[in-house]
């Protein structure tokens, strides 16, 4: 019999009282076949978990695994929770609000690049799960000291997560191979020559970041320079 997705995501509560249930031991938890569907997105994409693959990597039917995550946007949302409960315990500075903050924003950029799919997962019934719940509680410690209200730490948390959501994306895009540099020695001249003096500010400020950065887009620059306005920002709110 399938179980609701509040009870998949609390299984370890909900789950105690269903132990003695009759019927043949299935040959995977619910637990086990969600790692596994991590483990395929994390291999080869978002795209590539569907119910057929997971059953034949767990070499059980189609219709066991359904026994156990009752379809694939419920899988989706489980396998969500599994990850955020992997940053739910970071440590938060609670006296230093950036401090505290850019421990939120490092943690939440390591889990999107380690779990890259988690950027195409946007379904609201994730924030019903454990680990996604204790995730939240945690960063909402690092606004502490800034005597938010409860309504405001909330848009703010929000705010900071939208812009690490939007860092990542670009950079995983740009983390392919580092060609561009090498590429650019060769076009600059040519492409100096071209363009002339009909776009002098493109001209001169992209040879400026190009010659410095080796390259037209630095996510890492992108990254700290965006994370401090991000802080910035916040802070005309914290003080008002």
């Keep these: 019999m399938a179980k609701n997705l509040i009870e998949l995501l609390w299984w370890e509560r909900a789950g105690t009282a269903r132990t003695g249930r009759r019927g043949p031991r299935a040959r995977w938890s619910t637990p086990q076949v969600v790692a596994e569907a991590m483990s395929i997105a994390d291999a080869h994409g978002l795209d590539a978990v569907t119910i057929r693959a997971l059953a034949h990597e767990l070499e059980i039917t189609p219709m ?44 939440n950029l390591a889990l999107l690049q380690a779990h890259p799919w988690l950027l195409e997962i946007d379904d609201q019934r994730t924030a019903l799960g454990p680990g996604t719940i204790a995730k939240y509680d945690g960063e909402l ?27 990542a994306g670009r950079m995983i895009a740009a983390s392919g191979p580092a060609e561009f540099g090498a590429f650019w020695e060769q076009a600059a001249d040519t492409l100096a020559d071209l363009v002339g003096d009909d776009y002098p500010l493109a001209r001169r400020v992209g040879a400026a970041a190009g010659e410095q950065l080796g390259a037209p887009y630095d996510a890492n620059a992108a990254w700290e320079f965006g994370l401090a306005r991000v802080l910035s920002g916040l802070e005309s709110v914290v003080t008002a």
Excluded: K, Q
């Design 64 to 107: 066991s695994v359904y026994t156990h995550v009752n379809s694939r946007d419920d899988l989706l949302v489980l396998m969500a929770d599994r990850a955020h409960a992997e940053v739910a315990g970071i440590p938060v500075d609670e006296d230093d609000w950036r401090m505290g903050l850019r421990a939120v924003a490092e943690a």
């Design 141 to 167: 410690r690092a606004f502490n000291a800034t005597g938010l209200s409860d309504v405001d730490r909330d848009a703010a948390l929000t705010f900071v997560l939208d812009f690490v959501r939007a860092a």
